[in-house]
């Protein structure tokens, strides 16, 4: 086929609508679950996530009137309208953030199934983030979407909740979703002890939105390569893609090559999420240095 040729044929494929839903539908949904995972998503949504195409910013909380003061953060999802939930929420409880997640499970499956890509962000230690976090994981490995945790752990000082947050760590590991462990700790770093907190925490915000840009990126050179193989075929340049499912643009496949049921965990001396970067190379990259991250506008944790 000559170039004109080629190129009128790609031009006419491309204006006419086929690969519009793949183009400009949601690919990723970043969800925050719980009070703390909320606020790492607000933030992210306040400062350029709600900018990435194909990118859906969520909350999901058993407390109403903590969703109420999301106001970048897309869509808003309360859990337990119940008895125990709505305006006062699990309260801290895991036995009763479990119930009412119970309660919800059928419409959150339906939530997560509109993504090829799932990403939950949770603090560990409470009631609602942290059961919501293993239970949104399990819900995405079952549905086979692309599924990465990010879970931050409490202080080394906050001793009996950074007990439960490490057992619940355990339980995330084992649903098979990739998991990226934050620390709080990182924030004791010897250059960033004179910071207020609030730029502290932003800082770490920023390092969690950096992995999650990868994650994004990769997503869409999925779709974009799906689309050129579509429009080849279409132009019979390549007709044998794939013959069990020719076109994929619905639920591109979207390569992770950390393994799923290893956990990468964040040190003090590797800033926390580093190792994430692993989803769109195999190889984890080196630390980076923190002091060339701005920490940008508060966050409130």
Do not use: C
């Amino acid at each position: 086929m000559k170039e004109k040729e080629f190129m009128e044929k790609a031009w006419a494929l491309l204006n006419s609508g086929k690969y519009e839903k793949a183009l400009k539908g949601k690919q990723v949904a970043v969800i925050g679950a719980g009070g703390a995972g909320g606020n790492i998503v607000e933030y992210m949504a306040k400062n350029g996530l709600n900018r990435m195409e194909g990118v859906e910013t969520i909350v999901i909380n058993s407390d109403s009137s903590i969703l109420s003061r999301f106001t970048a953060t897309r869509k808003k999802i309360v859990i337990g309208n119940g008895p125990g939930g709505g305006p006062k929420g699990a309260d801290g409880s895991r036995r009763r953030a479990r119930k009412m997640i119970d309660e919800a499970r059928e419409s959150l499956e339906v939530q997560i199934g509109n993504y090829p890509v799932i990403v939950t962000v949770a603090a560990l230690g409470g009631g609602t983030g942290s059961e919501l976090i293993v239970e949104l994981s399990k819900m995405g490995v079952r549905a086979g979407k692309a599924t990465i945790a990010i879970p931050v752990l409490p202080f080394s000082m906050e001793s009996s909740r950074r007990g439960v947050a490490k057992s619940i760590l355990e339980e995330l590991k084992n649903t098979g979703a990739t998991v990226a462990v934050m620390d709080n700790d990182f924030l004791l770093k010897p250059e960033l002890m004179g910071l207020p907190s609030d730029k502290a925490f932003a800082i770490l915000n920023r390092v969690i939105m950096k992995k999650i840009e990868e994650i994004h990126a990769a997503a869409r050179k999925a779709v974009m390569d799906e689309i050129v193989k579509d429009m080849l075929r279409n132009m019979e340049l390549e007709p044998e893609i794939s013959s069990e499912n020719p076109t994929m643009l619905d639920a591109p496949a979207i390569e992770i090559p950390v393994a799923p049921q290893q956990a990468v965990e964040a040190s003090m001396d590797e800033p926390a999420g580093a190792s994430i970067a692993g989803i769109s190379r195999p190889a984890p990259t080196q630390p980076e240095d923190v002091n060339r991250i701005s920490p940008g506008p508060p966050a409130a944790q």
